[in-house]
């Protein structure tokens, strides 16, 4: 199933059981002028590299089970820092003012991204648990050029949560939901619901 657009993009901290933040604010990035607009999102590492096993002269079986290190790449134009520093952990030193050093730890969080496919269906990607990360910043010097803003590049590292919905339970680093219901509920489950923070 191939995806279009990158609509909009919410993100939750989870606490230390790993479940939503009910203190936090749930932020959503969707084109909202000084709040941030989704760019591009890349999902890697859904499939475990397989591994044969040889017996008796043939390939007899292939260790198949499981993902592999489930990661994904996101670029953002204009995340607010106040967004980005709780994201990725920075220290509130002074009004204005975080530093990054040894004690710097990003949170866990939860991600939810949204498109649709070719007949406008909308469709979404949650990833259940993890953190996100920023290597570094940069800067550069104006042009005569016309000013093109260029989107920050930040990588949520994904680690596996146990979900619940109906009488099912799994542990799950990504789920995946089509059609607006679907969307809607995939959102509750994994990032609670707004009114609670």
Known sequence: METYGFSKMSVRKLDEKKQPDTTAEIYEIKGVPKEGATSSFDLTGLSK??????????????VRKGVGSVAANFGILDLPSKVEDKLLGYLAMDEGIVGMGENTEPPFA????????????PIAFALTCGSFTKDGHSLATTTDEDFKPEPGEYVFSAISRSITMGEKTENLHVLRAVGKEAVDKL??????????A
């Open 110 to 121: 939860a991600a939810v991204v949204e498109a649709e496919d070719l007949y406008g269906t």
């Open 187 to 196: 959102k509750t489950v994994v990032l609670g619901t707004a009114g609670e």
């Open 49 to 62: 590299e397989p591994v044969k096993v040889f017996g008796s002269n043939i390939e007899y079986f292939i």
